[in-house]
């Protein structure tokens, strides 16, 4: 039993100290507004616009201190998570924590690799072989899934070199070009998770105070996800080109139009979620549009 987490009104949110997940993680939450001051020892930053700090840390040890509730929330790699979730309930545990919202950075797959030699035939080949991982839970849900019984040989690093070393004669690793596998004459034939940076979170919730910075939390990380690509473009063009017009906007939700008094050509405005190359703008300029312009979104509130 985890122990019951104390009582505090402000909100502990646990990310990676160093890493790949450190600087996209402290961006985006810079993003929502918040801004710490950070202590002598770096490893704790207080809240100064908000009442919720960070706590810098391994990105391994995250699930746990959200379990025994020292922090509340972390930014995690699903990768991470998802191993701890099944080292729990292959332990018989109900998980006590879980991924509360995708972050959209940090992508990478966990797969399984054999020697570029081998003529791959499914996983029934893997059976009676050596697999090293560092990822031991995962993988051992997955061979029972498939119905393999193979040897795991737990490794906390530097797992793509362990068949040449002869410690093992396949891998089940992190991947996201391919280019440290090639690098090792291995190639990936099966991908068990994929991934990305998450919120992750109790599965209980809060109390009222906690939960409430948690809600305005999630609100404000929801709207900065959802305008990180975003532009808003602003031209203007007469009514009888529309048809043409509007289905060349980049993923754009519904324009707002207006109606310009004294002017025969409509304003329009919309929201567009993919790139504004200069190549649409001057797709959309030879369809008729013309004033085009394009804004930066700073915050957005749905
Ligand atoms: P720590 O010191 O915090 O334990 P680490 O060495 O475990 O650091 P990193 O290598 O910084 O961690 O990776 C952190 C996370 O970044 C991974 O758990 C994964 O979610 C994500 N990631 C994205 N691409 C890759 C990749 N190519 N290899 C490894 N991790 C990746
Ligand atoms: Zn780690």
Redesign the pocket.
Known sequence: MSPVPPSRDRLRIAI??????AEPARTLLASCGLHWRESRDRLFCYGETLPVDLLLV???DIPGLIADGVCDLGVV?R??LAEQQAAQVADGREPVFREWLPLGF???RLALAVPEDWGWQGPAQLSGKRIATSYPSLLARWLADEGVSADVVMLSGSVEIAPRLGQADAICD???SGATLAANQLKPVATLCE?E?VLAGPVAGFDAVRGELAALLMRRLDGALRIRHSKLLLFQAPRDVLPTLLPLLPDAETPTVMRVDGADDLALQALCHGAVTWQRLEELKRAGAHGLMVLPVEGMLA
Not at 16 to 21: A, E, I, M, V
């Open positions: 990676q100290k160093s890493g790949r997940l391994r990105d391994d790699g990768n991470v940090g992508g990478c992190l991947v996201s991934s940076a």
